[in-house]
């Protein structure tokens, strides 16, 4: 079989149909939002009939489920787990990537049903980004590694959302209160009151 392959059930499904119909709620459900994006659309985008997608996802909150599960499974491993940063920097660091409205706000806005899976998956990815916010502290020598981390966790979603509402970057400004509650946070020894190179930048 060439364009044709089995699934699961012997049924019978376009090659690469799982990943176009993704591939077009990623642009969808960003661009328009997840509730006012319909099946017909995503179909139409993707190139696949409403049987072919509900082969493959079962129905539209299989989807939304699925599609947040693209974003950022290990949360920013590539700032966390960065051997090249000191603790203090990796905690800086996450302040000066800039992203968009995250997608997991948006999706819990959206979706009224708490028990949505979308909405657990997004309930766990936050707890997920403070978890990983308060064990860097903790390397880094805060006190009270998990007060701060959920500190930064909030202020990075607030710099999200506010950036969204009025169509500017409110990282810069996050990154500012951010360097102030790090440095608060950390023994004296740990915090360089002339702050280290990146956190010259983030003030600047």
Do not use: W
Not at 35 to 53: E, P
Not at 89 to 118: K, N
Not at 166 to 178: H, K, Q, S
Request: net charge negative.
């Amino acid at each position: 079989m060439t364009q044709l392959e089995k699934g699961p059930q012997g049924l019978r499904r376009g090659r690469g149909a799982h990943e176009r119909i993704l591939s077009a709620s990623q642009e969808l459900f960003p661009e328009q939002g997840i509730n006012s994006t319909g099946i017909d659309q995503i179909c139409a985008v993707a190139g696949v009939s409403k049987r072919t997608l509900y082969q493959h996802f079962g129905g539209k909150d299989e989807l939304i489920a699925e599609y947040l599960r693209r974003f950022d499974p290990e949360i920013m491993p590539g700032i966390f787990d960065s051997t090249d940063l000191t603790p203090r920097e990796r905690l800086l660091a996450v302040f000066d990537i800039h992203p968009p409205l995250c997608p997991f706000i948006g999706a819990a806005v959206e979706l009224q049903d708490p028990g949505h899976p979308a909405r657990l998956l997004a309930r766990d990815h936050k707890q997920g980004v403070a978890a990983r916010f308060a064990a860097t502290a903790r390397e880094a020598g805060a006190a009270d590694p998990e007060r701060l981390g959920e500190q930064l966790a909030l202020l990075l979603d607030g710099a999200s959302a506010r950036g969204r509402v009025l169509n500017t970057d409110a990282f810069a400004t996050a990154a500012a209160i951010a360097l102030v509650l790090i440095d608060n946070a950390l023994p004296v020894a740990a915090a360089p009151s002339g702050a280290s190179a990146l956190g010259q930048l983030v003030q600047d």
